[in-house]
């Protein structure tokens, strides 16, 4: 088991920025592929970001030169920069770990998750 726990959410004007944290308890992340995925109202959880242990990463279109991964394995700790917010960002953010050396973007090929944090951008 590796308890995810997501930070850093909030309110933001469209344009604006936000870092999400998400910290691992008692456990190193630095075997896993780490992810974030978001869920807005109706919708499916959808893929936002993924990086491996050895910093590759892959972005979803549609956050693609806004948002940047990054990870501080001494800290167990995967982070989200999150800029140009726009109102379409507005979601439940959810981190995601897998003890994969392997990219993927599907909420299937993730173990383990902690409960999510809200990002509102207003309009």
């Known amino acids: 088991q590796v308890p995810l726990v997501e930070s850093g959410g909030g309110l933001v004007q469209t344009g604006g920025s936000l870092r999400l944290s998400c910290a691992a308890s008692g456990r190193t992340l630095s075997s896993y592929t780490m992810a974030w995925f978001r869920q807005a109202p109706g919708k499916e959880r959808e893929f936002v970001a993924a990086i491996t242990w050895t910093w590759s990463t892959m972005y979803a279109d549609a956050v693609k030169g806004r948002f940047t991964l990054s990870r501080d394995d001494a800290k167990n700790t995967l982070y989200l920069q999150m800029s140009s917010l726009k109102p379409e960002d507005t979601a439940v953010y959810y981190c995601?770990?897998?003890?994969?050396?392997?990219?993927?973007?599907?909420?299937?090929?993730?173990?383990?998750w902690g409960q999510g944090t809200q990002v509102t951008v207003s309009s």
């Open positions: 995601a770990g897998r003890l994969s050396l392997s990219l993927a973007r599907l909420t299937t090929d993730y173990t383990y």
